[in-house]
């Protein structure tokens, strides 16, 4: 069995849309911005990333869903739009809504806060217990009697000040992702979306290609999630952008918001406005500004790459 090892994050099929035609990317490692050429084949993952070893349909189960399912279906839609499909029907909306939503939450930076999420309790109940049954725990949790510097020991790691990170599994992954994307596709597709098609400017995309703009008021960029957002942006080829509006920026809240949602999910409120240099410099700006390790851009756009990313070597 042809068992695939290296796992993308940003699919091959949107990497085309922002490479040469036959196929290269550049690409800009982050943070020593180190800049190469890349075939997108080769692009945009890691290895082994949902592998699930001695599954009986083979560890790299999900990473196979992925490309005869919700992406094959995505690369169909994308395809529609780059026509001049806008807006799209309510059935094609919700899929590429699953498809951004799914995209916020595949890559390994999403695992880390897991961890650092599962660490954070197990040291918050770790912090309640007393120092003989903290000895007792740590013990059973090693399966063994612990020595006084063992113990010790694991206090020291449970409360660094770095905090704790307890690993998760590409399965624990894969199990949030089928918990928790329905919900985030849902309050995506209850925005009014806005196609942003662009003529002389060009986006880039990224290994986190969601981003997420705050509202402009004090503390509000504390704690932005997908449903308090004012903007959520997503680069869907070098020529095309989406931005998911707020649906109750400015609403009256007398306004039947119902209504409203319904509406906006349906698409009837969706519209387009023309790409211009500050939208492509805002969107560029704050998708290098949320990648974890890399950016992608066509190899002709380097002069769009944001100043303080571009490749320095």
Known sequence: ?????????????????????????????LPGRTG???????????????????????????????????????????DRVRDGEWPLPQDARDTLAEFVALQMLRGPERRRQMESAMGEIVSKAAGQLSKEDFARWASDTAGRPLTDKEVEERRALIF??????????????????????????????????TLVPFTDRSLITSDAPVSLVAHKQPGSGLGVGVRTARLVLYPMSRSIGIVMRDPFDGRNPTDDLRNFVEKARSGVLDDRSPGTADIERSMNARTAA???????????????????????Q
């Open 36 to 78: 190469y050429s890349s075939l997108v084949e080769n692009t945009g993952g890691e290895n082994h990333l949902y592998s699930i070893p001695e599954h009986p349909s083979g560890s790299d189960v999900f990473e196979k869903a992925l490309g005869s399912g919700l992406e094959g279906e995505t690369s169909a839609i994308f």
């Open 1 to 29: 069995m042809n068992v695939a090892k290296y796992h993308h994050i940003n699919p091959q099929f949107v990497l085309r849309r922002f490479a040469t035609e036959d196929e290269w990317v550049r690409v800009i490692r």
């Open 290 to 312: 949320h990648a974890v390790s890399n950016i992608y851009h066509h190899p002709d756009d380097a002069e769009f790459v944001p100043s303080d990313y571009r490749e320095t």
């Open 160 to 193: 660094s000040p770095a905090g704790l990170s307890i690993p998760q599994t590409a399965r624990d992954h894969i199990e949030m992702m089928g918990e928790t994307t329905g919900e985030v596709a849902g309050f995506l597709a209850s925005r009014p979306w």
